[in-house]
């Protein structure tokens, strides 16, 4: 038998079984609000979204062969290849794979909050069109 007092302290409301969509919504909601002032104005259009994982579609596109690989997606226009003259597009979007986040989650033995804020602020950078070293940098600062 387990000594539950030995256990460590649950977010409230959580059992302690796999964050749902809405759990992991929350994590990149708060995630959003460490970013940096200078950013939020640049990132209130942005749509988040939560899917279990990427569809066959999106992995064939991206050439990626196994749902669990991709843990978020961008899908917008960047705002260094924007133009005034472009209106009535689709609102950007990020969309942050729940299963595969998870696995990466127990894999890697981090926090989740801090993995969801991780890919969240590695695609808002796509949206940004930051490289890497530059997503490495905002994610510092937040």
Known sequence: MTDKSALPQLPPGWTGGAPDADALFAMAEAALETM??????????????????ADDEVLASLG?????DLTGLYEGRPL????????GAMPDRVTLYRIPILVEWIEAGERLDWLVRHVLIHEIGHHFGF????MHALEDMA
């Open 131 to 134: 490289s890497d070293d530059d």
């Open 36 to 53: 940096p002032a200078v950013f939020k104005p640049h990132i209130r259009g942005v749509v988040i979204a939560v899917e279990d994982y």
């Open 64 to 68: 990626i062969g196994h749902p669990y």
């Open 80 to 87: 260094t290849e924007r133009s005034i003259d472009v209106s």
